[in-house]
């Protein structure tokens, strides 16, 4: 084997093996077996957890997680897994129980379809919006923010879908307890930002338990850490309404950023012009008249995250929100920031999906793909001989490549889906077929077997480059601009369409290269079989495989006896 040839299968057992390594394991793992293999040092208590978990589990199947988290109830569980680090997080025990539900989550998402999954009821509030068109426009907008607040996820596609004039319905494929928890607060946070004054006697009226008209008492959270581990909240009383109207509608930008004095995580964020000519106006009225100085409280969805003293005019539209965060808080807050909404939403309908009730559409739709998938492979083998096994070798790696590809960047597969990877089958046999067409026609000229397997994949090349590009560009548009099932397809076609290429160009070239040079000193091939096999399909008999490249032109048996016919 020549240094080129090594390189070649040195990439291919690399690219092939990380998609293995990738899909393993294929499905869920039993999580309250995952919770006791993951414990460190375990205990009487921890095993009293796990056999209280699994009585709730026999009880009411497919709730492990919950059934985890209620068994472990008060206990603690850092001492148990001290490999993952809990510093500073508002409860340890959910966030460790989430580190082990990811451990034992199977690389393989199945999407709603096929798997059942959670649904979402969501309801925004328009009463703030006067005119009609407003309400339509918000309802349109919320529909886009929540598909890229859930895209955010990368646990399912989504299907969102306006319900009546003031509802979104959001499905959400295959969620486990865990990330459910992380979906609905991604779902009900939905980035009504508001700029709102602090009442400038806020803390003699709420000493003397005095709120006035219009205004309402908000609490500042404060994290328990290393170096404030007596923080309690702090009240103050906000004005109901954001002053000067501004809201999260005038972002334009945020992200994470660090506080200049401490270096704690903040959000930095800017306003478009308008949003930036009112916060000017509002920083420079309320501006401090000696030592009186006044707040501006930063409320998401009527919590309260931050009231920073204004200590002059700031123009330019650019401010940022300083409060308890951890790194992961401050970029959560940030992204939902990015997609700001026009009125608030809460979540006012929550179910599971049962996936039994399309079992018989699912499975039929699986059966016809594995069938459609064995047929074009059975084909291959008959009509092409060892070259249709070649050419199957390379469509079980195609496949693998896929899927493996897929869990890589946690795709959902969905019966779109399916159809995407029978379709890149479908693809990839036509691939071989092209070149074997190309290098029996050489072969027909009389060329040498090695002449003509060089000239069949140079001529086949374009035909195939060009084909598959073009697919690829429109694959790539379902991708990105596709939704729903519709991306589940463009994903799958998308990956398929190039490993296709990969391996019918590089897989079956080094198949065929490592055959010849197996037996160097044999690869003349006569133009054709004898007269006897013009009109027959070919004679076991003989010692000649004709039709391993079709229309009674025959390869040496060089691949079987190592000698001529």
């Known amino acids: 084997m020549n240094r080129s040839h090594l390189w070649k299968l040195i990439l291919i057992v690399v690219i092939v093996g990380s998609c293995i390594v990738a899909t393993m394991p294929p499905t869920n793992q039993d999580l309250i077996r995952e919770f006791e293999h993951q414990a460190k040092r375990p205990d009487a208590t921890l095993k009293e957890i796990a ?3 699994r009585q709730l589990e026999t009880a009411v199947p497919n709730r492990s997680f919950a059934h985890l988290k209620e068994a472990v109830g008060t206990n603690d569980l850092t001492k148990y897994f001290p490999q993952y680090n809990v510093a500073e997080k508002k409860d340890p025990n959910t966030f460790i129980l989430y580190q082990v539900q990811k451990a034992a989550s199977g690389k393989i998402h199945l999407g709603l379809d096929l798997q059942g999954g959670s649904q979402f009821l969501v309801q ?29 996820l990368g646990v399912a596609e989504p299907i969102l879908q306006p319900e009546g004039d003031n509802r979104i319905l959001i499905q959400l494929p295959g969620l486990s307890d865990a990330v459910k928890d992380d979906a609905r607060k991604s779902i009900e946070t939905a980035a009504y930002l508001e700029f709102r004054m602090v009442h400038p006697n806020s803390a003699e009226l709420l000493n003397q338990g005095v709120i006035e008209p219009g205004y309402e008492v908000l609490y500042q959270e404060a994290r328990k850490t290393a170096r404030n581990p007596e923080a309690r909240r702090q009240p103050l009383l906000v004005n109901k309404k954001p002053e000067r109207g501004l809201t999260g509608k005038f972002v334009t930008k945020a992200y994470l950023d660090r506080q200049p004095l401490t270096g704690e995580p903040a959000i930095a964020f800017e306003l478009n012009s308008e949003g930036a000519k009112l916060f000017e106006e509002l920083t420079k009225e309320y501006s401090p008249k000696g030592n009186k100085k006044y707040q501006l409280a930063i409320v998401l969805d009527g919590v309260l995250y931050s009231a920073p003293e204004i200590n002059g005019v700031i123009p330019g539209g650019r401010g940022q929100i300083t409060g308890q965060f951890d790194v992961k808080e401050a970029q959560g807050l940030a992204n939902v920031l990015n997609n700001p909404l026009e009125a608030p939403v809460k979540v006012v309908d929550e179910r599971s999906v049962d996936p039994s009730l399309g079992k018989d559409a699912i499975r ?16 291959m083998a008959v009509y092409y001989l060892l070259s249709g096994i070649v050419a199957n070798i390379a469509l079980i790696l195609n496949l693998i490549i896929l899927l493996g590809v897929m869990c890589s960047i946690d795709t959902t597969l969905t019966l779109p889906g399916i159809a995407g990877i029978v379709l890149t089958a479908g693809m990839a046999v036509d691939a071989n077929v ?21 000239a069949g994949y140079s001529r086949a090349f374009g035909t195939i480059f060009d084909s598959h590009v073009t697919t690829l560009i429109s694959s790539l548009i379902l991708w990105g601009l596709g939704t729903g099932s519709i991306k589940g397809f463009g994903i799958a076609l998308t990956i398929g369409v190039a490993a296709s290429l990969f391996t019918s160009l590089v897989v079956t070239r080094l198949i065929f290269d490592f055959l010849l040079a197996k037996k160097p000193h044999q690869v003349a091939a006569h133009a054709s079989c004898h007269q006897g096999h013009q009109n027959r399909f070919h004679e076991m008999g003989e010692a000649c495989l004709c039709r391993i490249l079709g229309h009674y032109h025959c390869w040496p048996d060089v691949w079987i006896h190592g000698s001529r016919p």
């Open 51 to 53: 056999n209280k978990a």
């Open 434 to 454: 092209l070149i074997f067409e190309r290098i029996r026609e050489e072969v027909a000229k009389g060329k040498s077997l090695r002449g003509a397997l060089a």
């Open 124 to 152: 925004m509030d328009t009463n703030q919006l006067a005119r009609a068109s407003d309400k339509e426009s918000a309802l349109e907008n919320a529909v886009e923010v929540l598909r890229r607040r859930v895209d955010k």
């Open 364 to 379: 039929s739709g699986i059966t016809a793909a594995v069938v459609g998938t064995l047929a074009v492979a059975l084909f």
